[in-house]
């Protein structure tokens, strides 16, 4: 049975980046760095990049932990591996809408990772007539994209306006009237019930009845956290929500942390779960638990975080005395 001091499993870049934290936070650790799918994206070509500058301190595993007792975990070749500190970093994948037809050529589930997002815009200038479901961020930045490259668009959200969940109505009418200006058009209170075509989609049909004639049909529904993992390693997680995980990012057990897209998130101002993924923090939690796995520190995130983004907004009041901007405001003034 191979020991290892740190066992970090995810193909994400919150994985490679807690791996790259604690080997330069613990040189002499040895550090085992597990993705559970053998795919050559390029998180896992940077992995054993880091690997072999190592010095042996790092090993790259392309397996899957199937289950777990005590510190050892099982994996899918029925290996056994020990660990004292375990991060799981597992991230998202974006949600499936029940569609009838959506398997079909020519659909795209949109998610964050960033080759698969340049993949999907390429076979999409090659396209005519796309739709995109979703009028999220996402969604609305993929359609102001296309209808700049002169592209047919049109946007359908389930919602009575775009961006109903990052900005306010003034806003959200800004964005469906810049999209409207560009020769887009924008679909709301409606969902897609159906890809027709026969391998590949020719419309779709909508909630209406309506039906709508493309080549290209991209879905922005959103990502789940991927917590499968979690149950296999018996500790406490919510399927919609992420692994439940403390203020030093330690899950039920103490020895196991979660960081990035696949932890529970918490709203500052509500003090309760968030029902949205933060991408903006994944890297700065991979960071930090990566250089602080023997010696926790208290997250201060989900206030930190708040502050500095006040603190930016404030710094950009401009002097009414000499009209010149501001420099960021310090800390202590804002906490005062």
Same mark, same amino acid.
């Given at each position: 049975?191979?020991? +290892? $001091?740190?066992?970090?499993?995810? /193909? ?11 080997? !330069?936070? +613990? ?17 896992? /070509? ?6 072999? $500058?190592?010095?042996?301190?790092? !090993?790259?595993? *392309? ?14 070749? =029925? ?29 795209? /589930? ?5 080759? =698969?997002? $340049? ?17 999220? +961020? ?7 994209? &296309? ?29 469906? $009237? ?27 049909? &909508? ?26 390693? !018996? ?8 692994? /439940? ?27 309760? %779960?968030?029902?949205? %993924? ?9 960071? &930090? ?8 520190? +208290?997250?201060?995130?989900? &206030?930190?975080? *708040? ?14 005395? =000499? =009209?010149?901007?501001?420099? *960021? ?8």
């Amino acid at each position: 049975m191979q020991k +290892y $001091n740190i066992v970090i499993y995810g /193909l994400t870049e919150a994985a490679l980046v807690c791996a790259d934290s604690a080997h !330069k936070a +613990y040189p002499d650790k040895n550090i085992a760095l597990i993705f559970p799918e053998n795919d050559k994206k390029f998180i896992s /070509l940077l992995s054993e990049k880091l690997a072999s $500058n190592s010095n042996g301190q790092v !090993k790259v595993l *392309y397996k899957k932990i199937t289950a777990r007792e005590a510190n050892n975990l099982i994996l899918d070749d =029925n290996e056994i591996i020990s660990f004292d500190k375990l991060v799981i970093a597992t991230g998202s994948s974006p949600i499936r809408p029940n569609i009838q037809g959506i398997d079909k050529e020519g659909v795209f /589930l949109i998610d964050k990772d960033f080759q =698969n997002l $340049n993949r999907i815009k390429k076979f999409a200038l090659k396209c005519e007539k796309i739709v995109v479901f979703g009028g999220g +961020y996402f969604g609305v930045e993929l359609t102001d994209e &296309l209808l700049r490259e002169g592209k047919s668009v049109t946007i359908i959200e389930r919602s009575n306006r775009l961006l109903p969940s990052s900005f306010d109505s003034e806003i959200s009418l800004s964005a469906q $009237n810049i999209i409207e200006s560009q020769g887009g058009v924008v679909i709301l209170n409606n969902k897609i019930r159906e890809v027709i075509g026969s391998d590949r989609i020719e419309a779709v049909k &909508l909630r209406s009845e309506e039906t709508i004639s493309c080549d290209f049909l991209m879905i922005s529904s959103g990502s789940r956290p991927n917590v499968e993992v979690a149950e296999k390693l !018996k500790i406490v997680f919510d399927y919609d929500r992420g692994i /439940l995980i403390d203020d030093y990012f330690r899950t039920s057990d103490k020895n196991i942390f979660a960081i990035g897209d696949c932890a529970a998130k918490f709203d500052f101002f509500r003090g309760d %779960l968030c029902s949205f %993924l933060m991408q903006s923090l994944k890297l700065q939690e991979a960071d &930090l638990v990566g250089s602080n796995l023997y010696s926790v520190i +208290y997250n201060r995130g989900k &206030l930190s975080s *708040y502050l500095t983004h006040q603190k930016r907004l404030l710094g950009r009041i401009k002097n009414r005395e =000499n =009209n010149d901007e501001k420099s *960021y405001l310090p800390l202590r003034s804002l906490q005062t």
